[in-house]
């Protein structure tokens, strides 16, 4: 069954519900936590959950935000097509091989389907806009676990697949869900592998996005950087991020060596003597503060992340050269 640009509304709106719902959930945590009513370990467990619920519902989002750029590419199709047919019946009103009661009767169903059609267009630009549950309806409330069970994943989708083909099963309080993004949960790993992921700054002014997605069944530890350059001296059971920068004048790449406040956690300077931990079918994400790092190195050119474990087994590299 074709999806339309109605039920796109309403699952979009229910992931855009969910994104901010666990967005606010995490800031109720931080808050708590500068209150002193939660210590470290309790912070990092909830805070690490809900950026596993922040994390799933951007990829629902990104999914369905695919359906509808090729559903807005079919419509654009369409209205040409009918613009065109629009065209030829003026040749063919001036040709005298249709009636003028014939051409009016085509003209007026081709003016209802270009309407129609246009109308269908504007909406769909405007779901692709949407940044808020508000702009589509409103917020719609749930307690941050069940969003998972009220988003329809299409039958073809990445996600389906990923999900029947490994039998992921979670329990929280009893209940069995479909998405991992509970606490208490027993996971069947997909893999065993830690992965990370990096996206370059959107926008001038944004920061370099990194991840760091737990796929095996413990939990990690993750240096955002290296507490020490030396390679030898590391944990070999963790995993941490390395920095390189190319200056002025240079033609190679350098390891900066100095932890500062660019490497970002939540908004705020990550702690690099305290790791993050990543616990099993988790992911976390921290952030490179572009302005941040350029006050400290004026002079850089480009730099490279590297994310590898222990003592030096690398299993990410993202290069951004010349920087934005």
Known sequence: ???????????????LSWREKARRMEGIVTAAAAQGRLDA???????TTYDAHIYAAETHLKQLRQQSQTLLTRWAAELRQALQKQERLLDLAGSGRWSPQKV?????????????????????NHLLQAEKAETLGGFVDLPVEQYATEVDV????PTRRFWEENRLTLF??????VIGVCGAFYYKTWGSVVTFTSQPPARPGEPISLECHNKTLTTITWYVP??????KARNRDAYGVDLYLRETGSTGFHLYSTATSFWKRKGMAANFQEPIRVQSGMSARASLDLQALRELAPGITALRIVCSRGAGEKLHEFTLDPLP
């Open 104 to 124: 009016n009767d085509r003209n007026r169903a081709l003016l209802e389907q270009i309407e129609g059609l246009r109308m269908e267009i504007d909406h769909l």
């Open 1 to 15: 069954m074709a999806v339309t640009s109605d039920e796109l509304q309403r699952q979009l709106r229910l992931v």
């Open 154 to 157: 299409p039958e073809k989708s």
């Open 41 to 47: 370990e309790q912070r990092q467990f909830k805070e």
């Open 172 to 177: 929280v309080a009893g209940v069995t869900l």
């Open 226 to 231: 290296w507490v020490t350059a030396d390679a």
